[in-house]
């Protein structure tokens, strides 16, 4: 085995949980392990008391209701992935989830271990950010949300304090026919993405963008939202050159350089996925209005 | 010192039998089947969940053994390598066509690879190149003889399939 001793705790339920994270010194969350205790394992992280919510089945599961989608924190990275209901309302989970690590990881990760754990080129936290979600953390005290906005505080830094548990994200469904398209550049196929890019397009009645949203992920510390991006192109007409200029924009901006990555390799991905990503979040959205 | 380790018992279900065993908190899933049930055949390459040697089933899906808890694993049916071929020891489909095809090689990797593809082809026997290409992004294989082992995998998508139309 590979990780220092630590005292595991099976959580029965919600309140369960809480109690432990409220009592217990030097705890960790388990949810599908997937990263911690990948780092566990590494020895990067170190606890006394490993509170496992695996049996919490009422922090699990996919609620749409009107116009809403609620997922809680225990729904595995899969049950998103395959959901047909989830796909028809909000078809680039479907797309963005395929690239989260590999099958039997997907298995087991979950959608608030990845919130949680907020690494910089996961795509869950992309998705939050873009779709402007919600997130609701519970303690012993009750609960609160925090938008996705403000949810970083930095690198692998959530909005989360001690005794808190990520119970819920939420968000607002985009309108009916909206285009959607998420993609990546990764070494291999699941591996964390060098850059990856989400977009959202809605279109008006006169076939201008009525609504953008673009993030960027594995490009700084955390999720970004590209506001700047999204201004320009809305009340405009889809077109070539408004694609070109808003992936210029995007890729003006200082991104992460690695032990593999440049600032500027990172910029010219960026610029030349946020410009595909565009083109075909708007043919999608052509295509279903003329469908 | 190591008495005080936090240990506890656990009952579970590997390759249809019952075990119940002792187990350290900390002890993964693959550890466990390895040293605590002497089912070596689950390896452990990085144990950091990036190589997929580890992969076993749990209640029928592939996971990282290395990422798992032996005590998560409480209550659970697991199937390791050694729970594919029948009780008469006829290899399934897969592992026939890997010996067929020449898909083990070296034969580290080759258990999470058949654990892997089991579920997959379970799920998808209509599966192409580019989908089980796909299904095996999460399992490295240091001889880097994919071509084999794909083949493998087709030939046997084809096997289940065509007995599933018998």
């Given amino acids: ?61 996919i609620a749409i209701d009107g116009g809403r989608v609620t997922l809680g924190a225990m729904t595995r990275q899969r049950a998103v992935l395959e959901s047909d209901a989830l796909a028809a309302c909000c078809p680039i989970l479907r797309e963005a989830l395929g690239f989260v690590g590999h099958v039997q990881t997907r298995n087991r990760g979950t959608v608030g271990g990845s919130l949680a754990h907020l690494d910089p080129a996961a795509e869950l936290p992309g998705m939050a950010a873009l779709l402007d979600a919600e997130i609701t953390l519970t303690s012993r005290g009750g609960a609160r949300t925090v938008a996705m906005a403000d949810y970083p505080q930095g690198y692998m830094t959530p909005d989360i304090v001690d005794g808190e ?40 009645a006169d076939g201008r963008i009525g609504r953008a949203a673009v993030i960027l992920i594995g490009v700084g510390d955390g999720p970004l939202r590209l506001r700047d991006v999204e201004d320009i192109l809305t009340d405009e007409a889809p077109s070539g050159a408004l694609f070109a200029a808003a992936a210029a924009m995007a890729a003006a901006r200082p991104m992460s350089a690695d032990a593999l990555v440049t600032e500027a390799y990172r910029q010219h991905l960026s610029r030349v996925l946020v410009r595909r990503s565009l083109t075909r979040a708007c043919a999608r959205a052509t295509e279903a209005a003329h469908a | 010192m190591p008495d005080a380790l936090p240990r506890r018992r656990i009952t579970l279900t590997v390759n249809g ?28 390459g990085c144990e950091h969940g990036v190589c997929g040697a580890c992969t076993v089933l749990v209640n029928g899906e592939a996971v990282r053994g290395c990422l798992m808890l032996a005590v998560q694993a409480e209550g659970c049916r697991v199937t390791t390598i050694e729970g594919l071929a029948d009780d008469d020891g006829a290899l399934s489909p897969l592992q026939q066509a890997f010996m067929d095809n020449h898909g083990l090689q070296c034969g580290f990797c080759t258990p999470g690879i058949l654990t892997t593809l089991t579920a997959y082809l379970r799920d998808h026997p209509n599966a192409d190149e580019p989908e089980i290409r796909e299904a095996l992004s999460g399992n490295i294989c240091r001889c880097t003889g994919y071509d084999t082992i794909v083949r493998a995998a087709l030939a046997a998508a084809r096997t289940i399939r065509e007995g599933a139309k018998a």
């Fill in chain 1, 165 to 204: 548990i990520l119970t819920s994200v939420a968000f607002d469904l985009w309108p009916e026919g909206h285009g959607w398209d998420f993609r990546e550049f990764a070494q291999r196929h699941g591996d964390f993405a060098m850059a990856g890019v989400g977009s959202l397009i809605a279109l008006d």
């Fill in chain 2, 17 to 44: 039998k019952e075990h119940s065993a002792e187990t350290e908190d900390r002890y993964s899933l693959a550890d466990f089947l390895r040293h605590g049930l002497g089912l070596t055949g689950t390896h452990l």
């Fill in chain 1, 1 to 61: 085995m590979k990780p220092a001793p630590f005292t595991y705790h099976r959580a029965g339920s919600l309140a369960e949980a809480a109690e432990m994270a409220a009592t217990l010194d030097n705890a960790r969350l388990l949810s599908g392990g997937q990263s911690l205790m990948a780092m566990m394992n590494l020895r990067y992280v170190a606890v006394d008391h490993l509170i496992d919510l695996n049996p919490v089945a009422e922090i699990a599961g």
